[in-house]
Antibody
Framework: QVQLQESGPGLVKPSETLSLTCVVS?????????WAWVRQSPGKGLEWIGS???????YYNPSLKSRVTVSVDTSKNRFSLSVTSVTAADTAVYYC??????????????????WGRGTRVTVSS | QSVLTQPPSVSGTPGQRVTISCSGS????????VNWYRQLPGTAPKLLIY???KRTSGVPDRFSGSKSGTSASLAISGLQSDDEADYYC???????????FGGGTKLTVL
């Protein structure tokens, strides 16, 4: 059964770097899918952070782009997220997800068909 | 402030039909497909509807999605108590060159 599992520190100090990893099980990261990060601040909605293809091609949320890096390690079948200079506003549950992106008749279809369980990250001193 | 606009809450009684609206713009819903996710408390979101109106495997036909212009809707008929959840719409935005979500709608079954 295909599974995504996030891991990383649950507590990060302000101004430091948040680093998370998502391991993909029973499915090759080298596929036609993108691999994405989505976060959810306490009591709030979902926010797309960014996506990566196994080739290393990335898309980022413009509002986070200056602080975010998504990378992929195909040898370990995993991908990672790095957020620099974190503040309390980065406190959230971070989800990794598998994303399908296709272009049909000029219309893009982009959705997350599989999600990890999420990992809670708190930014606090 | 989310790029896509949803009502914060909707409610209905068992057996009733409810709809959740999702309003966007020409750069997202107007140009691309809409997807819907359901999230139960303390759990990860799950894909419910994709490509405007296609149900994910296992989703009953009580759930249906539609799109017109720059708006989309999720309809749930024959409302059941376990339909209580948060529902999110989402789409690709050509101007932002990324994915965008609605703010989410909490469905309460009275």
């Amino acid at each position: 059964q295909v599974q995504l599992q996030e891991s990383g520190p649950g507590l990060v100090k302000p101004s430091e770097t948040l680093s998370l990893t998502c391991v993909v099980s029973d499915f090759s990261i080298i596929s036609s899918y993108y691999w994405a990060w989505v976060r959810q601040s306490p009591g709030k909605g979902l926010e797309w952070i960014g996506s990566i293809f196994h080739s290393g091609y990335t898309y980022y949320n413009p509002s986070l782009k200056s602080r975010v890096t998504v990378s992929v390690d195909t040898s370990k079948n995993r991908f990672s997220l790095s957020v620099t200079s974190v503040t309390a506003a980065d406190t959230a549950v971070y989800y990794c997800a598998r994303a399908l992106s296709s272009l049909v008749a000029g219309r893009r279809d982009y959705y997350f068909d599989l999600w990890g369980r999420g990992t809670r990250v708190t930014v606090s001193s | 402030q989310s790029v896509l606009t949803q009502p914060p809450s909707v409610s209905g009684t068992p057996g009733q039909r409810v709809t959740i609206s999702c309003s966007g713009s020409s750069s997202n819903i107007g140009s691309n497909s809409v997807n819907w996710y359901r999230q139960l408390p303390g759990t990860a979101p799950k894909l419910l509807i994709y490509t405007n109106n296609k149900r994910t495997s296992g989703v009953p036909d009580r759930f249906s999605g539609s799109k017109s212009g720059t708006s989309a809707s999720l309809a749930i008929s024959g409302l059941q108590s376990d339909d209580e959840a948060d529902y999110y719409c989402a789409a690709w935005d050509d101007s932002l060159n990324g994915g965008v979500f609605g703010g989410g709608t909490k469905l309460t079954v009275l």
